[in-house]
């Protein structure tokens, strides 16, 4: 696994490379009607976990991406200096710091790239056993508020 995600990085292009993510991030429409928390979704969903097609579509190769799902991250430490480090003291602290991520790397011009590597996902797990009810809401407000300069974004 760890040759095939540093291959990735071998393109400077490469800012993060993950193990699941859509192919586009947000509704088309967004910004365009009044906000509501879908329009931030992720769509087109690829990966190679054991339960890829519950998700979406199984992948095995690799391929660039819009948006990656955060239970497996890999980023350029740089990307993280310029943006002042992972981000702190509100809702994205916890919930939807892979759209964070994925906002951050294309915002600094870098590109995503999916790598299909054989996996396991928790599927949600812990977001559901410490899940705040006004924690998730929160954080795509903020993503909304924050990123309105590359969402939304296809490949």
């Known amino acids: 696994m760890d040759q095939r995600v540093l291959r990735e990085f071998a393109n400077a292009d490469v800012g993060l490379v993950c ?3 859509g192919r ?10 009044p906000y509501e928390l879908p329009q931030l979704g992720r769509f087109g969903f690829l990966s190679n976990m054991r339960n ?5 579509e199984r992948f095995t190769s690799e391929c660039d991406i819009a948006v990656a799902d955060g239970f497996a991250l890999f980023m350029r430490r740089s990307i993280l200096e310029k943006a002042g480090g992972w981000p702190h003291g509100g809702a994205i602290a916890y919930q939807c710091y892979d759209y964070w991520a994925s906002c951050i790397v294309r915002r600094q011009g870098y590109k995503l790239r999916l790598v299909g590597i054989a996996c396991d996902h928790m599927s949600g797990r812990t977001a559901t056993m410490v899940h705040l009810p006004d924690t998730h809401a929160a954080a795509h407000a903020e ?3 924050m990123f309105r300069d590359v969402l939304p974004f296809s490949v």
Not at 52 to 56: I, V
């Open 143 to 145: 993503i909304y508020e």
């Open 24 to 33: 586009r991030h947000g509704h088309p429409d967004i910004y365009r009607v």
């Open 19 to 21: 193990l699941g993510g």
């Open 52 to 56: 890829a097609e519950e998700h979406g």
